[in-house]
């Protein structure tokens, strides 16, 4: 657990570097040290794994790759089927 | 077009208080612009002290939607609620409440081909990945880890479209208190890194316009 001092100087030097508003900045710095996931929170705590499952964990460049592969799946399917 | 089917107002439980008028506001902005499929009621709260601008809970063991909570002191609640409200859409709707749609439905390709070949989605592809960006259109700024870890949250597809979802809403919507936060997030700052979030109006047409087709299929929208 980081001092209100030490959280204030990490969210100064973002504000100072970035263009983000200071709700998005402490929002980042709270990710940053372990304290918060993001806005999407289960009721429990999930695993990398279960968080992959569900669709979180890869870019949304990524998930558009997958997607058009298993469209592409398929189809072959639908063909030699 | 108009809205059709549910209205979204109906599912979304929005205390009467004096407190709750500017969030009454943006879903009265949703109303205007598409309707829902029926979508189960889930309470939205104002709350202090927690470090997000909002949060979607979920059961991910039943699949129900438990709370959309926004943080109170804010200046971007109108903006938040709109961003939880899409990742409510995302889960129960999208995904079938046991996934985020964005990542799996056939539904959202279009959609998501649009974002990843957008300017923002470019930008802030190149800032995670090289770890630099521009300030003020010649000087590199060397990008911390904690700024990376904000890129890469940025760049995941539920992200992606709650974002999407809620400039959608603001634009159709044509709610000028939205239009407010937009600009806001939207200004590069002199000397600063900028981090492209929301999308210009003309980057954002095209994403628009999938949305609009995705809701037609939906049938929450009509002619």
Known sequence: MVSRDEREVMIQELLDRTTLPREYVE??????LGESEGDVVPTRPLSPEEWRR?????????ALERMRQRAKESEQIAREG | ????????????????????DDLREVVAAIDRVHGDGNLPRIPVRL?????????FRFDPTTGEPISIVIRADQRFRRLTLLHEVGHYIDWYVLGGRTTFGSAFHPMMEVWLARVVSSRSYRQLDALAKRGKGVVSGARIAILS???????????????????SYAQYVALRSAASHLAGSLTVLRTPNEGRVYYPLQWEDEDFRPIAMAIDELFDELGWRTW
């Open chain 1, 27 to 32: 929002e980042v710095v709270a990710i940053s």
């Open chain 1, 54 to 62: 569900i669709g979180r964990g890869i870019t949304a460049e990524e």
């Open chain 2, 1 to 20: 077009m108009r809205p059709a089917g549910v209205p979204i107002g109906r599912a979304l439980d929005v205390p009467a208080e004096i407190a709750y």
């Open chain 2, 47 to 55: 709350v202090e002290g927690f470090p997000e601008l909002g949060r």
């Open chain 2, 145 to 163: 880890e904690r700024e990376r870890t904000a890129v890469r949250n940025a760049l995941l597809p539920d992200e992606c479209w709650a974002r």
